[in-house]
């Protein structure tokens, strides 16, 4: 259908693209984080690969490497050991990604300093013609080319950091443009000494904590310094200085204007960069070949040609040294390793640019395109404005993908697209009525998470949906999958997705069956509730039998997903479930905040209920429940335990319900006593009588027990090695080993 375009029309198409060039250039924090989201996109689409002909390789202070030589740190003659051994192998140049700010507690000197002084005098002779562990250091350093890292601060107590280069600078002075600091953490005095470089190994990530720039030059005052990586690449070439060409030097364009550096010289190699002396890195993958564990450098197992005139990083993988960083490919990656990749995408000489232009050019397409789509719109349906809206975004994904994949550059698809979505969904849907629009939304919100008749309710009232809550009696339900990790590893992403829709759409049909609200969705675990907003009485009753229909499930649900693993040739784990249940009062409302919010529930209640789901993995139990609910629940249940939680000063008893056991009533009959009296003894420090009931119990057959048992088995041991105080009432706390 035509529509007539009036001047409602025109002032509209207007307001929608002058405000998204207002937009545009005041770049607010959310264009920023979509337009890094699509840069990184391109990475993970099209990652660099690893060349094992670069010249560069990690010597990693991993996880196997501490367990055999020795929690870090290491003695300084270790690590000196490890850099005689990289130097003999051949290695061009060995760059440290540690700090020795520290003397080396190991060393005699330092072990004669913390004894007494009778002591003392009685042990220095025996030690004073030791050297010290730092002198050995040193020694080693100062007969190899060496870099040593430092880290610029601007802390009060941040000292000089000595320069073993000269920096040349060409054109306009480039140095309001690049990161200070007022000094930096540096080594010992005799190991700075002793180095052939010293960089910085500062990095600055961007807002969302990725590394994704890495700064070539800082300055303390007016001092530049030089960054680990491009000292290393100075040691490496021999080089002594570094050419900086800033704007208006020979060679480069600035119309008169001072616009901070365009390049830096590193010896042989003349790097590209921004106004402040950053480069965009390309990242790749992490391989296990650009690495070589400390250990075997140590032991001699390592092979020469791995490091033989390759320029060498010591760091550490190692979780526990806390040295890890977000790249857009990995969530958590060892700094030295990227370093190494740092080093690699310079070596290599690859360009990845944001140009100057590009905020202009997109600018420029956003308008050209809006008057042509303003023109366009009025004269097609709903439907073929749609299909033109996104074609035209496809355009703009492509062009710019095929930027990145053949020039290297980062042109942003997300501003563009944005612009588009909005000029068309307000073209075409301005003379829809608000309160359609609400109804839809309304239906969007609620209709995954409540039955329909809660969703009708809401439309019919749509203030319901203003801020606020109430405090209610509800039962809580958290649903967690079991070794969630090690199954999702078994997966691609597309199997991954699959699992989790196949696994929560029928558990959540089963809680909507039951009367239940959803709450939310984390990852693979569901959070529910009931008695809200709908009034309902027997919410407990219909808490447990959810679960117990959820359980139930779990039966058809895993043939199927070992059919699946058979027929996909990968192994099938089979998928357990546990099911915690809790109830009491609670607030529960629309809560948020006055654009977004969430029909929710809060309070005390609602964590011990997610805490009571935790216990169920340690008991090894598909459904624990809460005394609350297990009085109110109308089911036989069986009793578990009783259990102090953090933040609670009230102990909490906790049960199971006998229906998910999957036993027979005559064994069910039989257990009962027999599993009270275990319980009896435990409490009463009795532990013969606990161990023998533990074992009446299991005679029964009562498998899905048999976890259970086995943990209070184990707590009995633990008792019976080291009693508890007097005045112990058996209550288990959760934090508990």
């Not at 036993?663 to 009795?686: F, G, I, V």
Request: aromatic share 8%.
């Amino acid at each position: 259908m035509v529509v007539r375009a009036g001047w409602a029309y025109v002032v509209l198409v207007g307001v929608v693209l002058i405000g998204a060039t207002v937009v545009r250039i005041a770049d607010p924090f959310f264009l920023q984080a979509l337009r890094l989201i699509a840069f990184d996109t391109y990475q993970r689409l099209e990652p660099q690969t690893y060349d094992a002909d670069i010249p560069v390789r990690v010597v990693d202070i991993d996880e196997e490497s501490l367990a055999r030589v020795g929690q870090w740190p290491w003695p300084r003659t270790t690590v000196a050991e490890l850099l005689e051994r990289l130097v003999a192998g051949g290695a061009a140049t060995v760059a440290f990604d540690v700090l020795f700010a520290e003397p080396d507690q190991t060393s005699p000197e330092q072990l004669v300093a913390r004894l007494s002084t009778e002591e003392a005098e009685l042990i220095e002779p025996l030690f004073a013609e030791l050297p010290s562990h730092d002198a050995v250091f040193a020694d080693m350093i100062g007969r190899t080319p060496t870099v040593l890292a430092t880290v610029l601060t601007n802390d009060g107590r941040s000292a000089p950091v000595p320069v073993k280069a000269g920096f040349a600078v060409a054109g306009d002075d480039p140095r309001p443009f690049i990161p200070m600091f007022a000094g930096g953490t540096n080594n010992l005095p005799e190991l700075q000494a002793a180095a052939t470089g010293i960089g910085a190994i500062n990095w600055i990530p961007d807002r969302d904590q990725v590394v994704r720039r890495l700064p070539l030059v800082y300055r303390q005052g007016e001092e530049l310094v030089p960054t680990f990586v491009t000292e290393t690449l100075r040691v490496a070439q021999g080089a002594s200085t570094y050419i900086l060409k800033a704007s208006n030097a020979s060679g480069e364009t600035a119309f008169g204007e001072s616009t901070g550096l365009n390049h830096i010289k590193v010896g042989a190699l003349e790097i590209p960069t921004n106004a402040d002396g950053a480069l965009l890195l390309q990242f790749r993958p992490s391989n296990p070949s650009a690495f070589i564990p400390a250990w075997s450098v140590l032991s001699g197992e390592f092979d020469p040609n791995d490091v033989a005139g390759r320029i060498i990083l010591v760091g550490s993988s190692a979780a526990g040294l806390n040295d890890l960083r977000a790249t857009p490919l990995d969530a958590s990656l060892p700094g030295v390793e990227v370093q190494a990749q740092a080093l690699e995408h310079l070596l290599s000489q690859r360009s990845l640019t944001r140009p100057s232009y590009a905020i202009v050019l997109e600018l420029l397409f956003v308008l050209a395109v809006g008057i042509a789509l303003a023109v366009v719109l009025p004269r097609i349906s709903a439907g073929a404005s749609a299909v033109l809206g996104g074609t035209v975004i496809l355009v703009v994904v492509i062009g710019a993908w095929l930027a990145y994949q053949h020039a290297g550059l980062l042109l942003d698809p997300t501003y563009p697209a944005i612009a588009v979505i909005a000029l068309v969904g307000s073209s075409t849907l301005y003379i829809y009525r608000r309160v359609e629009q609400q109804r839809g939304e309304v239906r969007r919100a609620f209709g995954h998470y409540v039955s329909p008749a809660v969703v009708d309710e809401l439309i019919a009232d749509p203030d319901r949906l203003e801020l606020g809550g109430e405090v209610r009696d509800l039962t809580l339900l958290f649903c967690d999958v079991r070794n969630f990790t090690s199954i999702s590893e078994t997966m691609t992403p597309h199997e991954l997705t699959q699992f989790i829709n196949d696994l929560l759409s029928p558990l959540s049909e089963i809680i909507l069956k039951h009367r239940g609200t959803i709450d939310k969705y984390m990852g693979d675990a569901i959070m529910a509730f009931w008695n809200a907003p709908l009034d309902d009485p027997d919410h407990a009753r219909h808490a447990a039998l959810a679960a117990l229909d959820m359980a139930a499930a779990m039966d058809g649900l895993n043939e199927v997903w070992r059919r699946q693993a058979e027929e996909a040739g990968r192994p099938y784990r089979p998928v357990a479930i546990g099911i915690g249940l809790n109830s009491g009062h609670c607030c529960v409302g629309n809560l948020g905040s006055t654009i977004r919010f969430d029909y929710s529930a809060i309070g005390d209640d609602v964590n011990l209920a997610s805490r009571v789901e935790g216990m169920s993995k340690q008991y090894g139990l598909t459904v624990v429940l809460g005394e609350s609910t297990a009085a109110d629940s109308g089911e036989p249940v069986l009793e578990l335990d009783v259990i102090r939680v953090k933040g609670r000063a009230q102990p909490s008893r906790l049960f199971t319900l006998q229906a998910a056991l999957e036993a027979s009533p005559e064994q069910l009959a039989k257990l009962a006593p027999k599993h009270d009296a275990m319980l009896t003894a435990y409490r009463a420090k009795d532990w013969d009588g606990a161990d023998a009931a533990i074992a009446a119990c299991r005679a029964i057959g009562v498998t899905a027990l048999d976890a259970y048992y086995d943990l209070f088995a184990s707590r009995v041991a633990v008792w019976r090695e080291t009693p508890p105080q007097a005045d112990w009432d058996g209550v288990f706390t959760a934090t508990e080993k």
